[in-house]
């Protein structure tokens, strides 16, 4: 702002609620429900836990500086996007935001693209496809427990994304550990399923397992928390289940296996637009974008200190700066080839496997 220029704020995780991204009550196994991150007893006896995230010895007096930060850079934005409208509720909970209508929503865009295969109701054997790996807030630990409730069904389980955490001997034989997989082969992967699982135990603010499920037609059974229960219609195009016990969700298969339609919701995932598409998404950043530049307004706050914490973090950012535009660097070398001047812009993608590697 001190430097003139527009910003806007995409929020993805709960990192404006808490430090603690997921907001995941971990001693009872179920989000906590706060707004925010304070001084309640539940988050004294919480977050002291996580040493990394610099609390330090003075919890009362940090929370209540992080969160009048927060508010400040979140106050002087230009816009504010979410993906949907849970997230949008949760900042909302959290901030008196004087500008709501900065707030917008915008759901992330997936290829839509793809060829929908066609299965059968009467396939001998059942595929569960499951993308969360052995992480236990994505359920692997329910996954585990449900292959053992199912074992006398024909149904098998497949477990995508990293695997070392199981415990192979234990392992039902009907969960078939497939590891690591390449974008290249979603498509092949998704012919192959009947129903996809998203059993998360925190609260999911949008879920790109679901969109890319649904844009290869495949129905999905998720867990009734965060955005997947306002994004998934029950009996429309997936089925919700309220209880993350092994037993409701055994139960919630068994009756989709014996009761429920498949080919009604597979028909209705072919014929109805139930995800955005990455063009959609796009065009809708472009919008808010070209908004801001035609309505360029003049903030008062933003000639304000915003104090000794952000002065800190501003330091810290010249100086990741800095490295960043070393001209000696390949991926500025590369960009000099390429165009023949500096990059204007620059995104550093922090994983390859997550949030940064669809974003991007």
Known sequence: REMGKRYIINVHDFYFNCPIYNQLEHAVGRPCGLAFAGVAQRCLSCLP?????????????????????????????????????????????????????????????????????????DR????????????VLKGAELIVALGVL?????????????????????????????????????????AEADLVLVPSIYEESFSMVVSESWAHGVPVLVSDRGALGERVRHGLNGWLVKDMTAEAWAEAVRKWLHGESLADVRKHLQTSKNTDSIEDCAANYVKVYEEIKSHARAQASSSQSLGESATAFDLELRKFRSRMVDARSPWMQAAINRSGKHARAVGVMRDRWGTAQYRI
């Open 49 to 121: 836990r996580y040493p990394s995230q610099g609390i330090g010895n003075d919890f009362e007096s940090f929370m209540q500086k992080r969160h009048a930060l927060l508010q400040q850079v979140l106050e002087c934005a230009d816009a504010v996007i979410v993906p949907s409208q849970f997230m949008y509720n949760k900042i909302r909970s959290a901030y008196s935001l004087q500008h709501q209508s900065r707030m917008r929503i915008i759901p992330h865009g997936t290829n839509l693209n793809v060829r929908q295969g066609d299965v059968s109701d």
């Open 150 to 190: 199912l074992s006398g069904e024909d149904v098998e389980i497949r477990v995508y994304g990293r695997v070392k955490a199981f415990a192979r001997p234990l392992q039902p034989p009907n969960v078939k550990l497939c590891g690591f997989y390449g974008p290249d082969e979603l498509t092949s992967i998704l």
């Open 124 to 135: 001998e054997t059942v595929t569960l496809a499951y993308f969360g790996g052995d992480q």
